[in-house]
């Protein structure tokens, strides 16, 4: 039984997936979540988000929203949640040094 390779770097993933950047946040998003969506975006290397990337983008968006709202009441399974976004995204330490960058 064969195995599927596994891309080695983000050039990789993106030029299997030929996928362009995501860009602007949903037309429908509130003032709140596009500063929120271009916070993320501002913190990030251009092209980090592609668009396969855009629905957990939106969603740590609405997440990042509600801990802001109400971090006392914002619950466990929405911490985690959040974490895992920001860990799928490469957004902690811990995520990102298995990171390649090809020059």
Known sequence: ???????????????????????KPPEHFTEDLKDIWNDIKTKCED???????YFIL?????????FDDDPVHFSDGKHECMLNCLI????TPKSRKDIVIEK
């Open 1 to 23: 039984m064969s195995s599927t390779k596994k891309p080695s770097s983000i050039t990789n993933i993106q030029d299997k997936l030929n996928n362009s950047a995501v860009d």
């Open 47 to 53: 092209g980090v988000f592609i668009k396969s990337d």
């Open 58 to 66: 939106v969603m740590l968006c609405h997440l990042i929203k509600q």
């Open 88 to 91: 799928q995204c490469g957004l």
